[in-house]
């Protein structure tokens, strides 16, 4: 069975993405499938090629967080949703960026999606996919609160017996995972686990952890810190038919755009480049 992440397309017939343009929001977890023709079951958006050179990644100011269960690109998608609706945050504000953590350092820092290398390739480092965020220090417990309560309830399954969203993305590259300065001993944790209302198991993590039902590793972002993902993997459309599918334009296409606009997800060098859609 295909990764979510997979480069294969959905069946069906192609739907430009200009349809979805005046639709809900980018930030509305309002289902978009009533709305599409019988037979579409997904958004295909065609390649977008950045048009700015960018000197730097802007530093982001306050706490960064980082959350992993699954494909990243779901979980992208729904804590800009988060960011937006619980964290008040306008366009420009949102900070949710995938990326690859909880694995072994790389040299010259080159973290990168499957490529076969060692040295550069997220999994043979033992990196998990994962979305990160930044938090306002003076409300840092109450945002992560916020995100930890999305995470937590995007399992399912009875108490103790909780799988993660999308099962068919198997292995240690798509293991439950949370990192944030400090890890369990970090005074952010207690938000956390008061947000794991479902009875996860919530452990230490390192490199080795593997793909564990029921299990959130817990690491410290200072050791096992963030390494952003490709620009083509950012605000990217799903493949299954998660919340909010297809995901609208003004995700996939307008707010793709302006943060490349804003070198918040330049090219990351040394990483193949991919196609956005």
């Known amino acids: ?31 978009l499938s009533p709305l599409l023709p019988p037979g579409v079951h997904h958004l295909r958006v065609s390649p977008i090629p950045p048009t700015l050179q960018c000197a730097g990644v802007p530093e982001a100011n306050g706490t960064a967080v980082y959350f992993g269960n699954g494909c990243f690109w779901e979980r992208q998608w729904a804590f800009v949703g988060v960011e937006r609706e619980e964290l008040h945050r306008s366009t420009d504000e949102v900070s949710a960026v995938t990326g690859y953590a909880g694995g072994q350092s790389a040299p010259k820092d ?50 103790g017996q909780r799988p993660r969203p999308d099962p068919m993305d198997r292995g240690p590259p798509y293991r439950s995972i949370i990192g944030m300065p400090g890890g369990l001993d970090s005074p952010l944790f207690a938000a956390v686990a008061r947000a794991n209302a479902y009875g996860m198991e919530l452990r230490g993590g390192s490199p080795s ?69």
């Open 1 to 31: 069975m295909p990764s979510c992440c997979s480069p294969q397309l959905a069946s069906g017939p192609f739907v430009p993405a200009m349809v979805f343009s005046s639709l809900s929001p980018f930030w509305s977890h309002s289902a």
């Open 110 to 159: 080159i973290v990168c999606y499957h490529t076969n290398s060692p040295v550069t390739d997220y999994s043979a480092l033992g990196h998990a996919e994962v979305v990160r965020v930044t938090l306002d220090p003076p409300r840092a417990a109450e945002q992560l609160a916020a995100l930890a309560a999305d995470f937590f309830a995007s399992f399912t399954g009875d108490l």
């Open 209 to 277: 952890d593997g793909d564990v039902w029921n299990v959130v590793w817990v690491v410290d972002s200072a050791r096992f810190p963030f390494f952003r993902a490709e620009a083509y993997h950012q605000y990217h459309s799903n493949f299954f038919q998660s919340e909010g599918m297809p995901y609208p334009a003004s995700y996939t296409q307008d707010l793709y755009l302006r943060k490349l606009e804003m070198c918040i997800i330049a090219p990351v060098d040394g990483c193949p480049k991919g196609k956005h859609w």
